[in-house]
């Protein structure tokens, strides 16, 4: 029976990086919570299998999905109201025990930097270690992100494969990384919106209380 990402490594689903030898650190005995940020505008399934699927690889005992308050990267672009982002991802996740959902990043206010994320779930977890899951798109992003060099000593960062995007930790910190292949899901918030706004389905790519709520609310309508 595998005992942890090592041995994951070993059957070949964890696609160790370079740097961090055993695909992620070892148990330290502490709880393990997953971080799933996101702007999850909508959230879809996309984001539930990888979730999903890293936390079943890291041995994790929770998945917290953190919806952005105000995605500053994404600031070229109409985001959809928070407390709508945030009842969706309640929607897709409240099935699931391992799953929940935070508000610490729009109840802060202003921008939301991942940094202040992992800040505020140390302070509300003593005791636990973090898990940061992120996609191949945000991973290759990340040393834009604010105060990076503390980053990796908040949380291990998991990225994960997208569709379209090439996954690797090229100039990122020895150790501080794991790359994970996840069942590809070739969905995307931008294309659920898209297709939302010709009248096209998204029944299956997203949750089906996710898809009420979308027209109950009447998102992305005329986008
Ligand atoms: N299909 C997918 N497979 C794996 N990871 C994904 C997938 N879609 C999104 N992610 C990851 O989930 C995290 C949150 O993504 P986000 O909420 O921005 O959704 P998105 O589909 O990328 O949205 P948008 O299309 O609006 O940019 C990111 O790290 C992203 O890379
Ligand atoms: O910390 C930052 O500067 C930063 C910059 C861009 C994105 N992030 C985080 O990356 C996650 C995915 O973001 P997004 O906007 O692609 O959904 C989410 O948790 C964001 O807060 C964080």
Same mark, same amino acid.
């Given at each position: 029976? =595998? /005992?942890?990402?090592? %041995? %994951?490594?070993?059957?070949?689903?964890?696609?160790?990086?370079?740097?961090?030898?055993?695909? $992620?650190?070892?148990? /330290?005995?502490?709880?393990?919570?997953?971080?799933?940020?996101?702007?999850? %505008?909508?959230?879809?399934?996309?984001?539930?299998?990888?979730?999903?699927?890293?936390? @079943?690889?890291?041995?994790?005992?929770?998945?917290?999905?953190?919806?952005?308050?105000?995605? +500053?990267?994404?600031? #070229?672009?109409?985001?959809?109201?928070?407390?709508?982002? &945030?009842?969706? /991802?309640?929607?897709?996740?409240?099935?699931?025990?391992?799953?929940?959902? *935070?508000?610490?990043?729009? %109840?802060?206010? $202003? =921008?939301? &930097?991942?940094v202040d994320?992992?800040?505020?779930?140390r302070a509300?977890?003593?005791?636990?270690?973090?898990?940061?899951?992120?996609?191949?798109?945000?991973?290759?992003?990340?040393?834009? +992100?604010?105060?990076?060099?503390?980053?990796?000593?908040?949380? #291990?960062?998991?990225?994960? /494969?997208?569709?379209?995007? #090439?996954?690797?930790? @090229?100039?990122?910190?020895?150790?501080? !990384? *794991?790359?994970?292949?996840?069942?590809?899901?070739?969905? *995307? *918030?931008?294309?659920?919106?898209?297709?939302?706004?010709?009248g096209d389905?998204?029944?299956?790519? !997203?949750?089906?209380?996710?898809?009420? &709520?979308?027209?109950?609310?009447?998102? &992305?309508?005329?986008?």
């Amino acid at each position: 029976m =595998p /005992t942890g990402p090592a %041995d %994951d490594a070993a059957n070949g689903t964890v696609r160790t990086p370079q740097h961090s030898p055993g695909g $992620g650190p070892a148990h /330290t005995g502490k709880r393990r919570l997953g971080v799933m940020g996101g702007t999850f %505008d909508p959230i879809h399934h996309g984001h539930l299998v990888a979730a999903s699927e890293v936390a @079943a690889q890291f041995h994790l005992d929770e998945v917290v999905f953190v919806p952005t308050g105000q995605p +500053w990267q994404k600031s #070229h672009r109409k985001v959809s109201p928070a407390e709508d982002r &945030y009842l969706m /991802t309640v929607i897709a996740t409240a099935e699931n025990p391992q799953f929940s959902v *935070s508000r610490i990043d729009i %109840d802060r206010g $202003g =921008p939301t &930097y991942t940094v202040d994320t992992l800040r505020d779930l140390r302070a509300l977890n003593p005791d636990t270690d973090l898990f940061f899951i992120t996609g191949a798109d945000a991973l290759a992003q990340l040393l834009t +992100w604010r105060d990076t060099e503390e980053l990796f000593s908040l949380a #291990h960062f998991i990225g994960v /494969t997208r569709p379209g995007h #090439h996954l690797t930790d @090229a100039g990122l910190p020895e150790g501080g !990384v *794991s790359l994970v292949e996840v069942p590809a899901l070739a969905i *995307s *918030s931008t294309d659920c919106r898209a297709r939302v706004a010709k009248g096209d389905p998204i029944w299956y790519m !997203v949750p089906d209380g996710v898809v009420r &709520y979308i027209d109950k609310r009447e998102l &992305y309508r005329g986008e």
